[in-house]
T-cell receptor
Framework: AQTVTQSQPEMSVQEAETVTLSCTYD???????LFWYKQPPSRQMILVIR??????QNATENRFSVNFQKAAKSFSLKISDSQLGDTAMYFC????????????FGKGTKLTVNP | DGGITQSPKYLFRKEGQNVTLSCEQN?????MYWYRQDPGQGLRLIYY???????QKGDIAEGYSVSREKKESFPLTVTSAQKNPTAFYLC???????????????FGQGTRLTVV
């Protein structure tokens, strides 16, 4: 069974600085997706970034980028130039591709951006 | 606009009663999911379905039931057997299959269930 681990329950960062959130996962699959979702106080889940396991290049979306280390089963999220609106819960998630597409989440990291 | 809709937003249940949470999507997604969210627990998978008339138990299925009679709909029933049902419930859907690229899960806005 796949598991996703986020080892940082809470983190804080000053506005305009950079922060990295950690995520590790356990799977025997070779084809899968990894995601970072953001959940602001409104509780709406918003996709931040997606990584396909077969792609070696790390995904980037504006101020958000990942460091995907397939052999180490690590998938960290870097937020550059942090903004107050980045304050939210961040969830790392795993989805197997091409079979039973069960979507599994980590327990989340609560990020606070301070002014 | 395409999307996924959960209703109601808030729901109150008396102990011993069954209650059904609605989830509807018009994204033409095959897969649908139900998650429970408690503080410090993240999102825990209750049930998921990849195709009409088929569904699988997730990690915490006890005390819950689902149906998937239509592609668009995946209602969740919280039964009286669920001992601690007060939680925030999220429904999601996604495209599936080996030919699907750039997949992601889309979420509803959630239902807050409180047992009174």
């Amino acid at each position: 069974a796949q598991t996703v681990t986020q080892s940082q329950p809470e983190m804080s960062v000053q506005e305009a600085e950079t922060v990295t959130l950690s995520c590790t996962y356990d799977t025997s699959e070779n084809n899968y997706y990894l995601f970072w979702y953001k959940q602001p106080p409104s509780r709406q889940m918003i996709l931040v970034i997606r990584q396909e396991a077969y792609k070696q290049q790390n995904a980037t979306e504006n101020r958000f980028s990942v460091n995907f280390q397939k052999a180490a089963k690590s998938f960290s999220l870097k937020i550059s130039d942090s903004q107050l609106g980045d304050t939210a819960m961040y969830f790392c998630a795993f989805m197997r591709w091409g079979g039973s597409e069960k979507l599994v989440f980590g327990k989340g990291t609560k990020l606070t951006v301070n002014p | 606009d395409g999307g996924i809709t959960q209703s109601p937003k808030y729901l109150f249940r008396k102990e011993g009663q069954n209650v059904t949470l609605s989830c509807e999507q018009n994204l033409n997604h095959d897969a649908m999911y139900w998650y429970r969210q408690d503080p410090g627990q993240g999102l825990r998978l209750i049930y998921y379905s990849q195709i009409v008339n088929d569904f699988q138990k997730g990690d915490i299925a006890e005390g819950y039931s689902v149906s998937r009679e239509k592609k668009e709909s995946f209602p969740l029933t919280v039964t009286s057997a669920q001992k601690n049902p007060t939680a925030f419930y999220l429904c999601a859907s996604s495209s599936t299959g080996p030919s699907i690229m750039n997949t992601e899960a889309f979420f509803g806005q959630g239902t807050r269930l409180t047992v009174v």
